[in-house]
């Protein structure tokens, strides 16, 4: 049974946006955090954006920042990753994940204890 479930990748051309979003059950990021990563063929995982969920603080890579927003529905327990502005660096698979306690460096994806199987993100013209 999946914990963490990611949906919304897909193709975009330069310029343009898309949002992902992310579902997972409660106990996986209880007074933790939940981030998303991605990893393109050839290249380590990176740490793209993070949510200190009880706090609603947000953190985010240099290489998206200005570009990506993280947001929370609360009645929902959804996460979403906005991405707008989306090159075709941006282009890889990117995976939810979630921690339930508090850490110090949340784009580093060790210390995450749940992790979803991923979504497609293909940014071409």
């Known amino acids: 049974q999946e914990k963490v479930v990611e949906s919304g990748g897909g193709s975009a051309e330069p310029g343009g946006s898309l949002t992902l979003s992310c579902v997972a059950p409660e106990y996986t990021y209880n007074r933790g955090f939940m981030g998303w990563f991605r990893q393109a063929p050839g290249t380590e995982r990176e740490g793209v954006a993070a949510?200190?969920?009880?706090?609603?603080?947000?953190t985010y890579a240099d290489s998206v920042n200005g570009r990506f927003t993280l947001s929370w529905d609360k009645d929902k327990n959804i996460m979403y990753l906005r991405m707008d502005n989306l090159q075709p660096a941006d282009t890889a698979m990117y995976f939810c994940?979630?921690?339930?306690?508090?850490?110090?460096?949340?784009?580093?994806?060790?210390?995450?204890?749940?992790w979803g199987q991923g979504t497609q993100v293909t940014v071409s013209s």
């Open positions: 994940a979630a921690v339930p306690k508090w850490v110090r460096s949340p784009l580093y994806d060790a210390v995450y204890q749940y």
């Open positions: 949510m200190w969920v009880a706090a609603n603080m947000t």
